[in-house]
């Protein structure tokens, strides 16, 4: 049975949006014959009300997180296709000689990166649902920055401290990577997974075209149907402000995010099981191209096989099977995630090649993986948490400036 209302159409039953305006009545529905009758939410749906599921904490969505960030600083130290070089900086061996079962799981966990396009799609839909284009412009900068701020002036330090793993960088080039936008400029990042925020932020530009028309079951359908065309055309259209728009490399990801949360949000039909189908389509094409070109090290059933089950995963709780996870510390844990994504794999690494022959090397992931987790709390506790909330007073009060001086003109 459908989870959302439905009308009749010669003959065919197609969905709606859970909740219809016909006739500028709110909450009926049109049976062939015209007449109007008040629409029948099913069980499902009126539980969801019942509980304000569709607007509570998602405790599953932080523990993925965790899960994805501890599987992208494994595949880092111990995953990569540098580390497993003779001679190579970091282990100055093969670490598939060092600890091979390790790094039989590690090469796959670059599939990290990808989850978080797919859960930044999903919490962004989620989080930006009857907000103002304002609102949403100020809680990506207090969202984003505090801590990437942090992360470079830490990673800086380490690497001036500690040098000859990573090559040091202008300081011209380190002033510009405190504005997010050095990837734009053509400027080396002052650590390699900021790349990342580079696809992050373009999404964000785009998605907030559709915030200022107002947040619509439609238009974020019609939104996916249209990104998902763009990332189809851009690599063949050879046109570089397309690819630099639609973004191919993660859009799919995203739009696979977006298409969970409307099923989150207003139950689950076969448009969004279709957008969901096709971004798995190519994301797995996605999956091949970068196991091909970058990384090199893993194979691509076991890369599709990990991403699938993610994405059921990722169904199981846009449809409710994973509500009753509510373990208070997943919400510390989802907070670790983003501080340890930004400051562990330069300064690791390189904290790596200096304790190498100190312990066994199994161990010393455990323990650089361990610390960063304790750095990444206290930024997420001491800067985080206190600069996030500077800038939103500051910012509230210079839109509210913006708006009195619009209204005085």
């Known amino acids: 049975m459908s989870s959302i209302p439905v009308r009749a159409v010669g003959g065919f039953r197609q969905p709606l949006p859970p909740v219809a305006e016909l006739g500028g009545r709110v909450g009926v529905t049109v049976t062939e014959t015209g007449a109007e009758r008040p629409s029948r939410p099913t069980r499902r749906r009126e539980r969801a009300a019942a509980s304000g599921r569709t607007r509570s904490r998602l405790y599953a969505v932080d523990g993925i997180r965790l899960i994805a960030a501890l599987m992208v600083a494994v595949h880092h130290y111990a995953g990569t296709r540098r580390v497993d070089q003779p001679g190579n900086l970091i282990w100055d061996r093969p670490v598939s000689d060092i600890m091979p079962t390790v790094f039989h799981f590690a090469a796959y966990g ?34 984003l920055y505090p801590a990437y701020w942090c992360a470079i002036v830490f990673t800086t330090v380490v690497l001036m401290a500690l040098p000859g793993v990573w090559e040091r960088m202008r300081l011209r080039d380190i002033l510009l990577n405190f504005t997010m936008l050095q990837s734009g400029s053509g400027v080396r990042n002052v650590d390699g997974v900021y ?45 570089p402000l397309l690819d630099l728009v639609a973004g191919p490399e993660a859009a799919w990801y995203f739009i696979a995010g977006l298409a969970l949360y409307l099923m989150h949000r207003f139950g689950q039909d076969l448009l ?36 699938t089950v993610f994405l059921l995963v990722m169904v199981a ?93």
Not at 204 to 215: E, H, I, R
Not at 282 to 299: A, F, N, P, T, W
Not at 337 to 344: E, K, S, V
């Open 110 to 143: 670059w599939i990290g990166v990808e989850i978080f396009f797919v859960i930044s799609g999903f919490v962004i839909c989620m989080s930006c649902w009857g907000r103002t284009p304002r609102q949403f412009f100020v809680s990506r900068v207090i969202r």
């Open 195 to 239: 790349w990342t925020l580079w696809s992050e932020l373009r999404f964000y530009l785009l998605f907030l075209l559709v915030v200022a028309t107002g947040l619509t079951y439609r238009k974020v359908v019609l939104f996916c149907c249209v990104w998902g065309a763009a990332a189809m055309l851009a690599p063949v259209a050879e046109v």
């Open 272 to 307: 969004l099981w279709g957008i969901l189908a096709m971004s798995w389509l190519m994301g797995q094409r996605e999956l091949g191209q970068r196991i091909d070109e970058v990384e090199h090290v893993s194979g691509w059933r076991g890369a599709v096989l990990i991403f």
């Open 317 to 409: 709780i846009a449809l409710g099977l994973t509500d009753r996870v509510r373990w208070k510390w997943l919400v510390t844990a989802g907070s670790l995630t983003y501080p340890l994504y930004l400051m562990h794999y330069a300064a690791g690494t390189t904290l790596i090649n200096r304790l190498r022959d100190t312990m066994d090397a199994r161990l010393l992931v455990v323990s650089v993986i361990a610390g960063f987790l304790l750095l990444g709390y206290l930024v997420h506790r001491f800067v985080e948490r206190p600069v996030a909330g500077a800038l939103k007073r500051g910012l509230d009060t210079s839109f509210a400036r913006l708006r009195n001086a619009g209204q005085a003109g």
